[in-house]
């Protein structure tokens, strides 16, 4: 949700066009997201959306959070439904996260927690280092199936002109 949600379709984007990679958000399709918060509720629509994209045992969920969802206390409900079913399929689990007592740390095969430095600024250190940990990865030489075009600041011959 939020920054992360934008995160996750900038990511998605890198792993598909960077590395051929099949990757999905369930935040970038709007209608299919509000139709299933709207039929189903808002707790079950990501693992809803998991299960229609038919996740099985040979995929990965990747989480980017913040706080990597709470039931108990009601944070992101949806992301534990989601990881919860994630599990019962089989699936493996990553999450980048900024909190070390969210859900996502406690069940994730992998989980890198950014080190809160400033709780009044773990937001921003957790959805800045997500960008930075999977840029990394898409810039892995073994994950590269296309070449990257990053920006230059050296002028083109025709803006020479």
Request: overall charge neutral; hydrophobic content about 40%; charged content about 20%.
């Amino acid at each position: 949700m939020g920054g992360s949600a934008g995160n996750a379709s900038h990511a998605v984007n890198d792993f598909r066009k960077i590395c051929d990679i099949e990757t999905y958000a369930p935040t970038d399709n709007v209608s299919e997201l509000t139709a299933r918060i709207n039929d189903d509720g808002w707790d079950t629509a990501f693992a809803n959306w998991l299960r229609g994209s038919r996740l099985g045992s040979r995929d990965v969920v990747g989480v980017l959070s913040v706080g990597g969802g709470d039931a108990e206390r009601g944070v992101s409900v949806t992301l534990v439904r989601a990881l919860e079913y994630a599990k019962s399929v089989g699936a493996r689990i990553f999450g980048i996260v900024g909190r070390n007592g969210g859900f996502t740390a406690k069940i994730a095969d992998v989980c890198l927690i950014v080190p809160t430095v400033n709780p009044e600024t773990v937001t921003a250190h957790a959805e800045a280092f997500q960008a930075v940990v999977w840029h990394l990865l898409v810039a892995h030489p073994r994950l590269q199936a296309a070449p990257m075009k990053w920006e230059s600041i050296t002028p083109s011959p025709r803006s020479r002109q």
